[in-house]
């Protein structure tokens, strides 16, 4: 579950304030060769944005109508000293060193830019207008200045979707895109708690440069605090994105973690996804001691009813080991258990999920255990029980679509006929026909006749 900024979300419109430079008009201060050209522009915008002017708008003296006499002019000696309306301003340079012979940006008014609305949407049209080698000087220049603020502008509103779109531009040089992903180094613990700063962890390990160079550092600067990144608003995703992407020597520090705390995790909103992700992705050492202490008889029945374990054990059922599988299933064996379970909320999925995936696997005595609980015999059963359940009917549809061999299908035909009156009657029950008909087609509707 990825969501958040994107780096296209800035209004660049005609109606925008703020307009996109463009490409093609060069200012007419930059005739300097020695100036890059994506930098003149920037500069010249961000100036005369930030720059106030000395007489107020709407302050100026009207021009003289024609035909009067122009206002008196007093001596200066006469006024005496004036007071500015504002503080002088310092000279800006707005240029980028990328060579001895090229004028820089100071670091701070890059900073200062990219940390307003206006500057972040200038700097942010530049990167998707420019492109050949006046986008590798801007970048060259814009990744030199605010490298040293890297962390403060990563969980900045405005920066840091520009920080994103940078790293996912095709056209970065993989030199520049490592500097930016080492300037991330020291501060991941503060990034992956942040809300801002979580997204440029994520996109930094979407590249190759991020994985190669951050691997080793979330093990150490992640050392003691999986527990509680895991259970975070924002960092159970960085470790989600460093399951799926780092290789998984590399994560099995999560697990090492984790492992201790595994019914905790299971059970917590944002821990189970993690969970869910090393099931998915991991098979470490760790990982085994780790789901061992989720399969015990007491924690599995606390897991199968939870409103977030119930996700570890579907998780487990699809990619776990068939002996994994079979621990799960052996809890549907029993019909009293398997009704109680089936009308259950959560629990309903996990049995959904049971039976979906033993209808492809190569464990068949578990499967028939599972069936012939829920098929019973004679006029009573758990199918019949759960088929007009608001849970329990999706349990039923389930089995008609994966029954399997001549016994199991008269028998569900058999259950179905005696309760055809009452399923056409409700909304669940037309379903639950609606399945049987494309299971059974002309077989069902000639036992319904007779």
């Given at each position: 579950m990825k969501a958040g900024y994107h780096a296209g979300q800035f209004d660049l419109?005609?109606?925008?304030?703020?307009?996109?430079?463009?490409?093609?008009?060069?200012?007419?201060?930059?005739?300097d060769s020695s100036l890059?050209?994506?930098?003149?522009q920037l500069s010249e915008c961000l100036q005369r944005c930030l720059t106030p002017q000395s007489?107020?708008?709407?302050?100026?003296?009207?021009?003289?109508p024609p035909g009067l006499p122009a206002p008196l002019a007093l001596p200066a000696a006469a006024l005496g000293p004036l007071t500015p309306l504002l503080p002088p301003m310092p000279e800006v340079d707005m240029g980028v060193e990328s060579s001895p012979e090229t004028a820089e940006m100071p670091a701070d008014k890059m900073t200062s830019a990219l940390r307003s609305k206006e500057g972040a949407e200038l700097i942010a049209g530049q990167l998707s207008c420019?492109?050949?080698?006046?986008?590798?000087?801007?970048?060259?220049e814009l990744v030199s200045n605010f490298l040293s603020d890297l962390c403060r502008l990563s969980c900045d509103a405005f920066a840091g979707p520009v920080l994103c779109q940078l790293l996912q531009l095709p056209q970065l040089s993989p030199k520049l895109r490592r500097r930016v992903v080492m300037g991330l180094k020291g501060s991941l613990l503060k990034l992956t708690r942040d809300k801002r700063g979580c997204w440029v962890l994520q996109q930094a390990l979407e590249c190759s440069?991020?994985?190669?160079?951050?691997?080793?550092?979330?093990?150490?600067?992640?050392?003691?605090?999986?527990?509680?990144?895991?259970?975070?608003?924002h960092g159970n995703f960085v470790l989600q994105k460093c399951v799926e992407a780092l290789p998984p020597t590399a994560v099995a520090f999560i697990a090492a973690e984790l492992k201790n705390h595994a019914l905790v995790a299971a059970l917590d909103v944002y821990s189970c996804r993690v969970l869910q992700r090393l099931i998915e992705h991991s098979h470490s050492p760790h990982m085994a001691e780790l789901t061992e202490k989720l399969l015990r008889p007491d924690n599995l029945e606390r897991l199968v009813t939870d409103a977030y374990g119930h996700n570890v054990l579907r998780a487990l059922l699809v990619h776990g080991s068939e002996d994994q599988l079979r621990r799960i299933v052996a809890l549907f064996a029993e019909e009293g258990k398997l009704l109680v379970y089936a009308r259950n909320r959560?629990?309903?999925?996990v049995v959904d999920q049971c039976l979906e995936t033993l209808?492809?696997?190569?464990l068949q005595v578990e499967r028939g255990a599972v069936m012939a609980a829920l098929l019973g015999e004679g006029s009573t059963s758990v199918f019949s029980l759960i088929a007009l359940d608001r849970f329990g009917n999706y349990i039923v549809q389930r089995a008609i679509a994966g029954c399997r061999g001549g016994e199991e299908e008269r028998r569900i035909v058999e259950l179905l006929t005696l309760l055809g009156p009452r399923l056409r009657r409700t909304a669940n029950g037309r379903h639950i026909m609606c399945a049987a008909r494309r299971r059974f087609g002309s077989e069902l509707l000639a036992a319904q006749r007779s």
């Open positions: 419109s005609p109606s925008s304030p703020m307009k996109v430079l463009d490409p093609h008009c060069k200012p007419s201060y930059a005739a890059s050209f994506a930098s003149a007489v107020p708008p709407g302050l100026a003296l009207p021009a003289a420019l492109s050949g080698l006046h986008l590798d000087a801007f970048c060259f440069e991020g994985v190669a160079e951050l691997q080793d550092a979330f093990k150490e600067e992640l050392k003691g605090k999986v527990l509680s990144c895991s259970q975070h608003l959560h629990a309903s999925l209808s492809s696997s190569n």
